[in-house]
T-cell receptor, first 113, second 114 residues
Framework: GAGVSQSPSNKVTEKGKDVELRCDPI?????LYWYRQSLGQGLEFLIY????????KSGLPSDRFSAERTGGSVSTLTIQRTQQEDSAVYLC???????????FGPGTRLLVL | AQSVTQLGSHVSVSEGALVLLRCNYS??????LFWYVQYPNQGLQLLLK????ATLVKGINGFEAEFKKSETSFHLTKPSAHMSDAAEYFC????????????WGLGTSLAVNP
């Protein structure tokens, strides 16, 4: 594709519900990253994929957060039993291997009521 | 461990004036450094990057940054600000581990006054 795409662009959910956020990386990019952008906390790393494997999950805030990647392409970030503190913009980035520049999608703005 | 500090969460300049956005880093290994820009309601866009080649790096939209190892700095500059430069600017350092994740500064919001 022309760039990294993410869906939905906006998501409003009630506390306690599960949400799934999707990322379509640039075609051919083997590395995929999820970051979270919160007010007052800046950007923080969540998880990294190389192919379908996630060698680094160290940034996931709790066990309510999980992510998978299939076919070396699309990735889904799942948040179970959402809490109000999960409200943030979730950004996905991809790169052609880990040596290269990361290209970002437009993000999913999540609001937990 | 690596870290990034951006001095000044808000910077305001007049149109045509010099833009200077400060970034200091901490890294135990030679760093790879990046500046990204985020326009309102848009995603992050790479402005420029330092990857251990030339210390003065030129980016898009007339921006440049100079890597100064002795000062552990990577400040972003532009000689003459345009109204369209108003945005949030983020400095980041890439980790030395296998995953090459980015560690971010908190960002600097640039306002350009007419």
């Amino acid at each position: 594709g022309a760039g990294v795409s993410q869906s939905p662009s906006n998501k409003v959910t009630e506390k306690g519900k599960d949400v799934e956020l999707r990322c379509d990386p640039i075609s051919g990019h083997t590395a995929l990253y999820w970051y979270r952008q919160s007010l007052g906390q800046g950007l923080e790393f969540l998880i990294y994929f190389q192919g379908n494997s996630a060698p680094d999950k160290s940034g996931l805030p709790s066990d309510r957060f999980s992510a998978e990647r299939t076919g070396g392409s699309v990735s889904t970030l799942t948040i179970q039993r959402t809490q109000q503190e999960d409200s943030a913009v979730y950004l996905c980035a991809s790169s052609f291997g880990t040596q290269e520049t990361q290209y970002f999608g437009p993000g999913t703005r999540l609001l937990v009521l | 461990a690596q870290s990034v500090t951006q001095l000044g969460s808000h910077v305001s300049v007049s149109e045509g004036a010099l833009v200077l956005l400060r970034c200091n880093y901490s890294s135990s290994v030679p760093p790879y450094l990046f500046w990204y820009v985020q326009y309102p309601n848009q995603g992050l866009q790479l402005l420029l990057k330092y990857t251990s080649a030339a210390t003065l790096v030129k980016g898009i939209n007339g921006f440049e940054a100079e890597f100064k190892k002795s000062e552990t700095s990577f400040h972003l500059t532009k000689p003459s600000a345009h109204m369209s430069d108003a945005a949030e600017y983020f400095c980041a350092v890439r980790t030395a581990g296998n995953n090459r994740k980015l560690i971010w500064g908190l960002g600097t919001s640039l306002a350009v006054n007419p």
